[in-house]
């Protein structure tokens, strides 16, 4: 098992930007790789940001390329999502996400923590 705690959302202006964390507990030693997905009001949850637990390679939504970025400290089991340039259509839940070895699905799912970009 893995738990996933996210931390670091809240309301910031247009232009702005902000970090999440995500703490990760648990059979860290199983984890392939980490992801951030956000879903809006009145939508689906979608793909923001992956980064490989070993040897680091990432790879960003469209929407967030160049603006976002995923970096993880394997020493602190934590996984930052920097965002930048922050958009009102960047409003969202944040989830973090786990996969494991075995699986090529994300199998573990924090809580979510709310970003809010304000116009």
């Known amino acids: 098992q893995v738990q996933l705690v996210e931390s670091g959302g809240g309301l910031v202006q247009a232009g702005g930007s902000l970090t999440l964390s995500c703490a990760v507990t648990?059979?860290?030693?199983?984890?392939?790789?980490m992801g951030w997905f956000r879903q809006a009001p009145g939508k689906e949850r979608e793909f923001v940001a992956q980064?490989?637990?070993?040897?680091?390679?990432?790879f960003y939504a469209g929407s967030v390329k160049g603006r976002f970025t995923i970096s993880r400290d394997n020493a602190k089991n934590t996984v930052y999502l920097q965002m930048n340039s922050l958009k009102p259509e960047d409003t969202a839940v944040y989830y973090c996400a786990s996969t494991v070895v075995g699986s090529a699905t994300y199998d573990y799912w924090g809580q979510g923590t709310q970003v809010t970009v304000s116009s």
């Open positions: 980064i490989r637990w070993s040897g680091g390679s990432t």
């Open positions: 648990g059979r860290t030693f199983t984890i392939t790789a």
